[in-house]
């Protein structure tokens, strides 16, 4: 049976909770996990990039000149993509890169970022997460008390404005509540902060 300790904002142990072993002792899948994480790399990029065909480019409506008797080469326009300031071709278009991912591969994911967090001991789970007062001191005071040297994710069942006030201005830390969690922050972040609550929220959703 997979337990993890119990922990305050202080670092102290409180207990030890024993975690579902249906979720936290399956065995990851790195290749769900990859295809989730391309997915999500690829659902960032905005898509937006354009260039012109020949069609597209202001002006060349005129021939720049007659099409025998001069001994030059024929042309019908200056905005053919082979002249200066033409067209261009098969150049990038607008278009979407999200890609389609089955809902079961990404639940696998999502449970794989999770096992992986358990299995390197990035994983601490708090009682309850309060912070009183909306100043980033107040934030940094319980990273230090939990020995977090590097940065967090820290999933909670509800926001408040203390909490958000308090963590917006930390580099490589991330607040979000249980329904919002992913596989890509999951990955990105160093350590996964957990309340009760949350975990509860997560695992009843997961299995």
Not at 51 to 71: A, S
Not at 82 to 97: A, E, L, S
Not at 134 to 156: E, H, R, Y
Request: aromatic share 6%.
């Amino acid at each position: 049976m997979p337990t993890v300790d119990l922990l305050d904002i202080e670092g102290n142990k409180l207990n030890k909770i024993k975690l579902n072993p249906a979720l936290w002792e399956i065995k990851p899948n790195d290749q769900a996990l990859h295809d989730a994480l391309i997915n999500s790399l690829a659902s960032l990029r905005q898509g937006t990039h354009k260039t012109k065909t020949r069609g597209e480019v202001r002006g060349g409506g005129r021939k720049p000149w007659r099409q025998k008797g001069l001994g030059r080469a024929r042309h019908g326009s200056i905005r053919s993509p082979i002249w200066k300031g033409g067209g261009v071709v098969f150049g990038p278009q607008p278009r979407n890169y999200k890609l389609k991912l089955n809902k079961n591969v990404y639940l696998l994911a999502l449970k794989s970022a999770l096992v992986y967090k358990y299995i390197n001991k990035e994983l601490l789970l708090l009682d309850k997460f309060i912070v009183d007062q909306p100043k980033t001191k107040v934030m940094i005071k319980i990273i230090n008390n939990l020995k977090i040297d590097k940065g967090a994710l820290i999933i909670v069942k509800e926001l408040n404005d203390n909490l958000i006030l308090a963590s917006r201005n930390l580099n490589n830390f991330k607040v979000i509540t249980a329904p919002e969690i992913n596989p890509y922050d999951l990955s990105h972040y160093h350590h996964l902060i957990l309340t009760e609550e949350a975990l509860s929220l997560i695992e009843k959703r997961l299995i």
